[in-house]
């Protein structure tokens, strides 16, 4: 994009590093937010085909609701507008920034703040839960792995109470 | 009525105190009174004893579904105010406290009103600005309101963290020193017993199933569980279970039931000499009598009669008071409870009449109701009795809603920008 | 903390991710301007409150972000059954 | 001395003994010992004072019902922690614990005098008394009354520790690990459920700890436990609450049995829901109520079996039984085959079972039946007791120097009552069971009522041919309720058992009835002549045992507390000396005080370059939300009060939005970007709610609509650059956009880049000067940021915060909602008609708007206000009148709600609400402060370039 401004993110890269956990910072990546009352009219668009359940992942689409996906994908992913359409497709690339949360512990640390099932989350999905008060998008995208997408101004603190959890490991 | 003295205890002693008779006696309802009040704590005991004492109608029934005293008046965080913005808000508030004052006097009943000053916190720019709103307003209706700074704040409630790099720290506070607590169970005994007194009966255990209307639509009585019961004039203060009683009436309310958690912890010394109040952080916290510490939770966010609250609100109230008062971070919650708190739209009552001949409401106190107990009763009474509202609860009609002339307190105190 | 049922997710999830919304089925009226003042003000503010059976509506707010509606029991706050917004009362 | 270590027995580490303290005094103990056990084998029998009497007080039980043994434990600067009970602190070495509640000591405690005085303290005295004269109330009576009131002393120093918490999930969770618990347990190893076990206790085992017998079994149990991949055991974890939908509260103690407690949590917040639950809480003995029974020495018989197993204490040398159950005598067989004499088994009952008399007479121990204790004598220990027949014939005295109760037990039905099941009373046990569950939950065990402990007599008070009015036989210990209490709660007409509960407060203390609950219900039940179903059944509350706050509260702590939310620029202006204001939950710079400067000072400043060269402004924390759809003008239409259908693509609307009543619930100026594409702004805390609004609406009322909202609030860093220079200054930054006036005119957006970044410029203006609000992806932010401020130094840009962006709308007549309207104001009442679309049919509160008392003239309006002496600013929130001579209360008309000192127009300026406010332009209006009256005029809301000229220089 801009040789002349530098990127700034609200946490650090690496940021804690422990026994059956490690947390860091995804580097950063395009994504958008696609709404449509039906899939195919976005499927058109992309040249791919969105998932239809909610909560399942596929490619680099979350289907969050009956008539809502996240893309995600590498920082020069580019979508059409839409225009005349009748979806939706806004480019939120910079709202939220991904936490990564690997490691065999990796859910008992979500558990800390997360109340969903997490053994019953399996690989594949994602969906919108919270962390205590703090909404997050969590995306179990491998056995030891869960990516927390987190709108920026609480990425600190998300990073601070996930990093809690993690010292507070037995 | 044996009148309640240290001579008096000094002499029942002496028989082991086996003298003492009956607070109240546990009536049977007769067929037909000339008012009866559904609901037996303060707000409708309180009414029974004014209709008696002020307004000379003494052949008053209150019928509770179950023990008097037992929902909301003995389920709160016993805190008194009357510091409101709005003139409609600080007139009621503050007729009720100037009875506080003298209550147990006035009943021969120690309801232990504690003047230990209500100081509430300022966490932002925004807080501040509505405080003073209310001081100003306060000071020009008389009624005693004073703005501290946090180091004020401090020295009247040592516990308080006032560092600046709190997540709310505090920027100053409102105090109004005849502000305090109160003994809940002793207002609902008091009035009970200073009601029987005067004649009143009180009748518990008995569920009002419906209101019967004549053809004019005027109120005939209530049947209840015990049977039909006469009565031309019928006072509904049912506070969480208004909304049932007045559907018996035919009359829908804008009322909501909500449930609101309150919490003790164990005994401890003297430590905490005020009651505070947080409105942003949402933690209310005073030191009983014996020693608790009583603090406020939130409401649940949903309509509910089930006295049941989660986990998550105990959770947020305990971490705001852990907050604002980290000395107390090692104390233990030693009992919470849940009541039900009836909320209107503009979260102000509704006391006065009903477009029912001869029924007359309040309700809709939603977490103020203690507060205003012999307030709320007096004129209750009053417009009962008169069959129109004092001018001080007259603003607090049914019509508002449909006129649009809200009395808002909530409104006005909170909105960030 | 109650589990709610979410009937767009069709998964039982934790009420902290959920916002209560109100009594359900009042429909804002299609032609406001044509009411008198008494029926506006029912619309506005009149509930039903009941102790028992409460249409209600929530929102998955922290999940897929739809509004549903509910039948739940207010004297035991027991969910009956949760639905798609749209669909008939219940 | 009464109580010994024996030579033998116990489950305590006899290899590892550890030295504490208790008031002082140093004593010896043994891992796995609690304080309770390891000051019982010292002989120490005195552990506490009552609550009102400061009667001397030793243990009654041996675990979490223990209601006398409160002490304080100490360890060191903000750890400190009272009322902990003796039974449930675990000794490490170095552990300081003291008594409470007594001065100047334990053993000569002044406050006793209550105990002399004690007949004229019975139940609810206080509301009989205290009321003359009436001044003395607030200055002595209930300062005294507090100072002898509470139990041990508050912490006095922030917690230096920190609390862990979780979610945890599990098919089956079980509470409570005795036989049943573990039974249960093991009946799920080796299925697919996760199953959760927990126990408050320190070891699994529950009962069968104070049962050698099972010993051997429990061992191999939690082995089979231990090694069963489905199955945690949490221990030292008391389920605290039961709540909707099988979620249950659990805290588990994680370092205060430590001697060293590193820097790991000191508790853990369990917050589990569980498919189906077990309670295998067990049951509690029940004391008997007799004068004299809470001499210390006189405790529950289960209590010094597990003494005697468990810890291997001897309660005392020689100890005497009063039993109206049969587990009593198997206790004392006990201990009596453990080489303790048992000096007489005292047995309510006529007749029981023959095996019982036969074991008895085996070990030699004399048996009374039909026989009562009717006193306890010593004062600080039990020296004897005398006893008599129930026909109150025979009295006898019994030297002892421990006497030991039976009366039966108690189901702990708590947690079921948490979960609202129905409870039975079943009259053989005199107690009530559970009944209909209301949630997937079953109890097993003896919390199920079903037991082996054999049977007995369910009874009130014993019988005694004292007057019962005169003695002290007590029913809540910590509370000091006597039967007489009771008694005479029920004479003054307190018939429900939650009225003699609140008027005697029993079972209200820190025990929270669990040896009393029963035993008051039973004397109520005899004293109203009434079933003990008719009385009631008080409600079981959470917490079973009390929890810490700290813990509750779990890691939501400092800065873990609620997030402090911070912009992209946040960073810079903190190390640029900004003063921030808290706003929702963000936090904004509010000025940028140079050396020197107060708030005052800095805000001139900031206001003065403004307006003569460019000032610079972090607005990211404005809500953003982008429309987008076929249908976003209708639907916004709807939305706002003004009309947004002709809006063109690339111009920008100021608009209103109210609530459904016809009040100001939010505004923000938003753009058309392409037909179907709208950027909206909102207030900074109204973002949320606006958003969840509008989906509301949408998704409730116009599902038909095909138009979608996203929240991009996070999405851009918004800048916004306001002044004169401010498009010199922007010009060789951007790329695409013509910034020419013309071409890019006031209340017009245009994309474009700035800095090769991809950026939404918005040509609006909150001050009234030339200005732009650019827009870039919210990670340039900050580097855009600077950059400005680099490029900007030439023209003396100037970074204003908050409070000068407020001087600088005030002075344009600009409102802020939530500051000059509060929720109670309309359209009109705040000189917005203008944003008011008159030719829609309807829109959001558009209805509202004709309500009567809407329409009605003296509402409160919104007006400019000049006081007469210009240096004067007003307060913000000072209140208005028409008539300064009125006396209190007043007649109020008016506040003010902003007012400043405005730099550029030398003159202090201010807004208010008025009551027909807009009739009153150039009125005089009063001001009544403290010590003088203000005087000011209304005038018009703006204050500077009425005619807007400075936005096109």
Same mark, same amino acid.
């Given at each position: ?170 | ?417 | ?90 | 001395?009464?109580?010994?270590? /024996? ?24 891992? +796995? ?25 030793? %243990? ?148 069968? %700890? ?117 587990? +009593? ?9 453990? +080489? ?15 095996? %019982? ?22 004062? %600080? ?272 609307? @100021? ?35 606006? /958003? ?40 060789? /930054? ?21 800095? +090769? ?116 600013? /007003? ?50 209006? @009063? ?27």
């Amino acid at each position: 994009m801009s040789e002349a401004l530098a990127r700034s993110e609200p946490v650090s890269a690496q940021f804690y590093s422990g026994a059956g956990v490690s947390l860091s910072l995804a580097a950063p990546m395009a994504r958008y937010a696609l709404r449509a009352r039906q899939p195919e009219p976005l499927e058109h668009l992309l040249g791919f085909e969105l998932p239809r359940q909610i909560g399942a992942i596929k490619g680099g689409a979350a289907c969050l609701g009956p008539d809502e996906w996240l893309l995600r994908g590498p920082v020069a992913t580019t979508v059409a507008t839409g225009a005349g359409l009748p979806v939706s497709i806004t480019q939120v690339s910079d709202r939220s920034v991904c936490l990564l949360v690997d490691g065999p512990h990796a859910a008992d640390v979500l558990a800390a703040g997360c109340p969903l099932d997490l053994d019953r989350f399996a690989v594949g999905r994602a969906t919108r839960t919270v962390f205590e008060a703090v909404e997050i998008l969590l995306l179990h995208t491998s056995d030891d792995r869960f990516e927390v997408e987190v709108w920026r101004s609480f990425a600190p603190w998300l990073k601070k109470a996930l990093e809690t959890a993690a010292r507070q490991l037995r | 009525m044996t009148r309640f003295s240290a001579f008096s205890l000094f002499a029942k002693a002496l028989g082991g105190h086996q003298g003492w008779p009956e607070q109240w006696p546990d009536a049977s309802p007769k067929p037909a009174y000339d008012a009866i009040i559904v609901g037996a704590g303060g707000h409708g005991l309180g009414a029974a004893y004014y209709l008696a004492k002020k307004y000379g109608i003494t052949n008053v029934a209150v019928i509770e579904k179950g023990w008097l005293g037992g929902g909301n008046t003995g389920r709160n965080t016993t805190i008194i105010r009357s510091n409101y913005l709005y003139d409609e808000s600080a007139h009621l508030y503050d007729h009720a406290l100037k009875l506080w004052d003298g209550l147990s006097q006035e009943l021969n009943y120690n309801t232990m009103y504690s003047k230990r000053g209500v100081m509430m916190l300022a966490h932002n720019v925004h807080d501040i600005q509505s405080f003073k709103r209310h001081i100003h307003a306060n000071r020009l209706n008389g009624v005693d309101n004073e703005w501290l700074t946090a180091e004020q704040a401090k020295d009247y409630c040592p516990p308080l963290n006032i560092s600046p790099d709190a997540r709310y720290p505090v920027l100053g506070a409102a105090l109004q020193r005849r502000g305090g607590t109160a003994r809940h169970d002793t207002v609902a005994w008091g009035y009970a017993r200073a009601a029987a007194a005067l004649g009143v009966d009180i009748i518990q255990n008995c569920a009002v199933t419906g209101i019967r209307r004549g053809a004019d639509g005027a109120v005939l009585g209530v049947e209840t569980e015990r049977g039909f019961i006469a009565s031309r004039r019928i006072g509904v203060s049912a506070a969480g279970h208004s909304s049932v009683i007045m559907q018996m009436a035919g009359l829908d309310f804008p009322l909501e039931s909500y449930p609101l958690q309150a919490l003790v912890s164990e005994p401890v010394k003297p430590v905490f000499p005020c009651v505070v109040m947080s409105n942003t952080v949402h933690a209310y916290m005073s030191q009983s009598d014996k020693g608790e510490l009583v603090i406020g939770a939130g409401t649940d966010q949903y309509v509910s009669y089930s006295q049941r609250g989660a986990l998550h609100i105990i959770e947020h109230t305990l971490a705001a008071i852990c907050e604002i008062f980290p000395i107390f971070r090692r104390m233990r919650m030693l009992r919470s409870w849940g009541g039900i708190v009836d909320v209107t739209p503009d979260r102000s009552p509704i006391l006065g009449k009903t477009p029912v001949p001869g029924l007359y409401i309040n309700c809709g106190w939603g977490t103020g109701g203690f507060k205003a107990t012999p307030g709320a009763a007096d004129l209750l009474a009053y417009t009962m009795a008169k069959d129109e509202p004092h001018p001080i609860n007259a603003p607090y009609n049914l019509d508002r809603f449909r006129t649009g002339r809200l009395i808002d307190e909530a409104a006005a105190a909170a909105v960030a920008h | 903390m109650l589990l709610i049922h979410c009937p767009y997710c069709d998964q039982q999830r934790a009420e902290i991710e959920f916002a209560y919304a109100g009594e359900a089925h009042i429909a804002r009226p299609l032609d406001p301007a044509a009411m008198s003042d008494e029926d506006w003000a029912r619309y506005l503010f009149i509930r039903s409150n009941p102790r028992g059976r409460h249409h209600e509506r929530w929102r998955h707010i922290h999940g897929c972000g739809r509004f549903f509606n509910a039948v739940r029991d207010t004297a035991t706050d027991k969910f009956e059954a949760t639905y798609q917004a749209g669909k008939p009362r219940r | 001395m009464s109580g010994l270590r /024996l030579d033998h027995g116990g489950r305590m580490d006899r290899r590892r003994p550890v030295s504490f303290s208790f008031d002082g005094a140093t004593y010896q103990g043994f891992a +796995g010992d609690t304080l309770a056990s390891a000051l019982l084998a010292n002989g120490v029998m005195l552990f506490g004072r009552s609550f009102k009497y400061h009667r001397p007080r030793g %243990l009654l039980g041996a675990g979490s019902e223990e209601p006398n043994a409160l002490v304080s434990v100490s360890r060191g600067p903000g750890r400190h922690t009272p009322n902990l009970r003796a039974t449930g602190v675990e000794v490490y070495d170095g552990l300081v614990a003291t008594s409470q509640h007594r001065w100047p000591s334990l053993k000569t405690d002044l406050g006793a005098i209550n105990d002399r005085l004690g007949m004229f303290f019975p139940a609810g005295f206080y509301n009989k008394t205290f009321m003359w004269p009436r001044s003395f109330w607030d200055k002595l009576y209930e300062p005294v009354i507090r100072r002898m009131a509470g139990l041990g002393e508050a912490p006095s120093e922030e917690d230096p520790d920190h609390y862990a918490a979780t979610y945890a999930h599990c098919d089956l969770l079980i509470v409570g690990a005795g036989p049943a618990g573990i039974d249960a347990a093991l009946e799920a190893s080796g299925t697919a459920k996760r199953v959760i076990l927990i126990d408050e206790q320190d070891e699994a085992g529950g009962g069968a %700890l104070a049962d050698p017998a099972l010993w051997p079994w429990l061992q191999e149990s939690l082995k089979d436990l231990a090694a069963a991949p489905n199955i945690t055991v949490l221990r030292r974890t008391t389920a605290f609450g039961y709540y909707h939908d099988n979620f249950i509260g659990a805290v588990e103690r994680l370092t205060d049995h430590l001697a060293q407690i590193g820097d790991g949590a000191r508790e853990k917040l369990w917050r589990i829901r569980a498919g189906e639950v077990i309670l295998a809480q067990g049951a509690i003995e029940r004391p008997l109520v007799f004068a004299g029974n809470d001499v210390p020495g006189v405790m529950l018989a289960s209590a010094a079996r597990t003494y005697l197993h468990r810890y291997g204490v001897a309660v005392g040398k020689s100890v005497a039984l009063v039993a109206a159950h049969d587990s +009593g005598w198997q206790d004392v067989f006990a201990l009596a085959r453990a +080489g303790v004499i048992v000096a007489a088994i005292i047995e309510v009952r006529d007749r029981v079972a023959a095996a %019982l008399l036969a074991e008895a007479e085996v070990l030699g121990i004399p048996v009374k039946l039909g026989h009562s204790v009717i006193d306890v004598h010593g004062r %600080l220990a039990v020296k004897g007791i005398t006893i008599a027949r129930n026909d109150h014939s025979g009295a006898a005295r019994i030297t002892c120097d421990a006497l030991l109760m039976a009366g039966g037990w108690t189901p702990c039905v708590h947690l079921w009552s948490h979960s609202k099941g129905s409870l039975a009373w079943d009259d053989a046990l005199g107690a009530y069971v559970p009944d209909q569950p209301n949630e997937k939950v079953r109890c097993v065990g003896a919390c199920s009522g079903k037991w082996n402990f054999g049977s007995g007599l369910v009874i009130d008070a014993l019988p005694t041919p004292r007057d019962q009015h005169r003695i002290k036989a007590f029913v809540d210990f910590q509370n000091d309720v006597t039967a007489k209490d009771i008694t005479l709660a029920v004479r003054e007409g307190f018939k429900s058992i939650e009225h003699i509960k609140r008027y005697t407060t029993t079972g209200m203390a820190t025990d929270q009835g669990k040896t009393s609950n029963l035993n008051g219900l039973q004397i109520a039940s005899q004293a109203l002549g009434r079933h003990v179903t008719e009385v009631g059944l008080t409600t079981f509350r959470p917490p079973y045992t009390p929890q810490t706050f700290g813990a509750l509260a779990g890691h939501a702590k400092d800065d873990l507390f609620q997030p402090t939310r911070k912009t992209a620029i946040d960073g810079w202006a903190e190390e640029h000396g900004a003063v921030f204001e808290l706003v929702a939950q963000w936090r904004r710079a509010r000025y940028f005080p140079q050396a020197g400067e107060d708030m005052l000072a800095a805000v001139n400043r900031e206001c003065r370059a403004v307006r003569s060269a460019v000032g610079i402004f972090d607005a990211s924390t404005l809500g953003k939300i982008e429309v987008v759809g076929p249908d976003a003008a209708e639907f916004l239409n709807r939305m706002y009060t003004n009309p947004w259908k002709a809006l063109e693509p690339g111009r920008c609307r @100021y608009g209103l939005l109210l609530k459904e009543d016809g009040f100001i619930t939010d505004d923000g100026v938003s753009a058309r970007l392409a037909p179907d594409r709208f950027h909206l702004t909102t207030t900074t805390g109204g973002a949320a709610r606006v /958003l969840n609004t509008m989906e509301d609406y949408l998704q409730t009322e116009w599902p038909d609509l095909d138009v979608w909202l996203t929240s991009t609030t996070e999405q851009w860093a918004v800048i916004a650059l306001q002044g004169p220079l401010a498009r010199k200054l922007l010009e060789p /930054l951007v790329a695409g956009i013509d910034l020419a006036g013309d071409a890019f005119p006031h209340m017009a957006i245009r994309e474009g880049t700035v800095c +090769g970044v991809p950026a939404r410029l918005f040509r609006v203006s909150f001050t009234g000067e030339l200005g732009f609000e650019i827009n870039v992806p919210a990670a340039y932010g900050r580097a855009l940021w600077e950059r400005l401020m680099t490029d900007g130094a030439a023209c003396g840009i100037t970074p204003y915060g908050t409070e000068a962006m407020h001087v600088l709308r005030a002075e344009k007549g600009f409102i802020i909602v939530g500051q000059d309207t509060d929720g109670t104001v309309t359209p009109n009442d705040a000189g917005l008609d203008w944003a008011v679309g008159k030719k829609k049919p309807d829109f959001v509160g558009r209805r509202s708007l004709s309500r009567p008392d809407i329409v009605a003239p003296g509402r409160k309006q919104l007006v400019g206000l000049l006081t007469d002496d210009p240096a004067v600013v /007003l307060e913000e929130g000072a209140q208005i009148v028409a008539d300064p001579a009125q006396s209190i209360p007043m007649k109020m008309i008016g506040h003010v709600t902003s007012a400043y000192w405005s730099e550029t127009l030398g003159r202090s300026i201010a807004l208010a609400l008025v009551a027909g406010g807009h009739a009153r332009l150039g009125e005089t209006l @009063y001001l009544p402060m403290p010590g003088q009256v203000v005087r000011a005029k209304v005038s018009g809301m703006v204050f500077f370039d009425p005619a807007g000229a400075r936005l096109n220089v």
